[in-house]
DNA sequence: ATGAAAGCGCTAACAT
DNA sequence: ATGTTAGCGCTTTCAT
């Protein structure tokens, strides 16, 4: 493959700002990144070269030679998914604040793309690691262990984790899933719900477990039986909601509500609820969780938890900077996000909803 | 701000390679980019230290010595919009198989923002660039023949269009917005409908104006009246063609079909004649355009004109490789992808709808 | 207060 | 066939 760079051309560098200002390139790192009193006459003439030659540092020359690039790294699952998008629109605003680029990694929640990609991001001097992992806590505790030690002990690169906390020692911006996932349950037990089904995110991830988690202590909480025959595993896409209804529907269990892991299986399991001519809310109540927007447009309207997702990305950010300048040392620290429950006519007939119309 | 990498940590170089294999650094550098040919007792011996030491390079001071970064850069107007992370998904994996990272930016429509990351990635070295530009070529000419000459007659930095055709000279991949919008006019016209709103995509993208011709085109050709008073111009966004929508109706203009410039707006103007109790697709016939899974939640589901998201973005890096390796010689290469009409519910009641259930 | 110079880790032209 | 070496552009220590 060609060199891009044609060989003719000179990008300026900062020789040709010192030539110009007629001083030595270390006066004009000095002036251009403030790190040493310069007179204020040479800065006057430095700035105003560096302005007129239109330069720009190579970044890869400074990282090289400060082993910072200005850079953090983002993995997530699935970018097409409705969640992730806010999440890395919060981040991207936070980090350009700060004069950070954000670089996107999709894993396709396949741990061994995740590990591949983090392998390489040592090596690549990043400046920070956003992460939504794809690992099982209980399995992989050697793989926690040593983002635990390139994040925290060996203070190399800063790791947070979001949307699902990996466990003790490790930095995190999460949602208490367990909690709101409770009080999802109890809202459905409260309105006279009884035989409530559950349509589970991946169990071997932490989210998935927390999840139900919640709903179990809920159910326990009420005196009612959380029964195997009515607890369905997806993978968290649509259709995989659809699937698992399907399946609970063929089974002949009984069931009056269907708790989900989140909103694309609750639409995937309404879907299926109306193809068999259930009625929604009436015969069977469907809640989701996440609260995003494709939940407003069905009808039923999804009543769901709502997830403050631009504001877990914005707080990542900001907990690896702090994790920076804090100087690696432990505790770590876990950011909990308040959420909230969102009631509409999926749950009750009685609400009227409204499309969420902004910002997609 | 602290230093990242521990200065007692030794990250293990090029050297530690050579030193453990007992060869010279530059024999390691040949075997490890196959450069040159080293004979098979060095090779293994060079190729099992790298093992035995887990040796990554240092892209940094690679980057910097070879004037390339293996990184291609996408700059999208948003990344919450339900189009982008579908051609973000197709880029993402025709990069990774090309040995690319993709570095993903938002510019949030703004051109200000847009020239800002173009001029630092003009000195970050990435080895290209894709484009779904916030320009207006009718203005913006000159930012245009920048970018002309970044490309192609400078051979600095291949950069690729998508989603709009910018214009002349410039490496592009997109769909033929203007024939499939009066394609998608021509069918309204072939059901009755006669009395044809449209509500635009903003008219300062090649875009907005491209989609908007075509639906002149067919009017015209049908010998009907593109009234003004039936025209609205909104910003992509659902909120705007709820709004549009609502102008048209309290214009008290007659219309029996309104053509959007995207399935966000069609969703918005949807909406809001539901509100109005207009009759879907009785009274008013309602299409988009793009195919977003949205259209198909909502009820009635939204006739559309199917454009190749994923392809578009495999399309897109798959000219940026080939742009490249042709020497960057003119001429430029337009790349036209097919689309095709999806009938639905809102523009015929005969047909039955399905919920897209997959990837999102 | 300013400058000279030593590398950061790597590639590639040039020796051997 | 393998090794030596000169930088890529920058930061930063050390000298002046």
């Known amino acids: 493959m060609k060199k891009c760079l044609h060989p003719l051309e000179h990008t300026v560098s900062i020789k040709d700002v010192a030539q110009r200002a007629g001083v030595s ?20 003439r430095v700035l105003q070269a560096a302005d007129e030659l239109h330069y720009q540092a190579n970044t890869l020359a400074r990282g090289l030679k400060s082993g910072r690039t200005n ?13 992730f998008p806010k999440v890395l629109r919060g981040m991207q605003m936070a980090a350009a604040q700060s004069g950070y680029a954000l670089t996107i990694y999709e894993t396709g929640e396949s741990l061994e793309r995740e590990r591949e990609i983090i392998q390489q991001l040592r090596w690549q001097r990043v400046d920070g690691i956003l992460l939504s992992t794809s690992c099982n806590p209980e399995t992989d505790g050697a793989y926690l262990e040593e983002l635990r030690n390139l994040s925290i002990n060996d203070k190399r690169i800063p790791v947070v984790f ?20 409770a009080e999802a349950a109890a ?25 139900y988690e919640g709903y179990l202590k809920a159910m326990q909480a009420a005196g009612l039986e959380a029964k195997p025959s009515r607890y369905w595993e997806g993978d968290y896409s649509p259709k995989s909601g659809y ?18 892991g989140n ?3 609750a639409i995937g399991a309404l879907r299926a609820l109306l193809e068999a001519k259930k009625r929604v809310p009436e015969d069977v109540a469907v809640m989701g969780f996440d609260n995003n927007f494709p939940g407003t447009l069905v009808s039923p309207a999804l009543s769901t938890v709502s997830v403050p997702k631009q504001s877990m990305g914005k707080a990542a950010v900001e907990l690896l900077l702090w994790r920076m300048q804090s100087g690696f040392e432990p505790p770590a620290r876990v950011v909990a996000l308040d959420t909230k429950l969102v009631i509409r006519t999926s749950t009750d007939a009685n609400q009227k909803s409204e499309w969420d119309l902004n910002d997609w």
Chains 1, 2 share one sequence.
């Open 263 to 265: 909103d694309q299986m």
């Open 187 to 211: 809202y459905l037990i409260n309105s006279g719900r009884r035989e409530i089904a559950y349509i589970s995110a991946p169990m071997r991830f932490a989210m998935g477990k927390n999840r």
């Open 25 to 44: 390139i270390s006066t004009v790192s000095h002036v251009l990144n403030d790190t040493k009193y310069v007179g204020s006459e040479l800065k006057m």
């Open 71 to 83: 850079t953090f790294c983002v993995l997530v699952p699935s970018i097409v998914s409705v969640f």
């Open 162 to 181: 979001f949307e699902v906390a990996p466990g003790e020692g490790l930095d995190c911006v999460t949602v208490d899933n367990s909690r709101a996932s």
């Open 243 to 260: 699937e698992c209804m399907r399946s609970l529907l063929e089974s002949s269990e009984s069931f009056d509500a269907v708790l989900c």
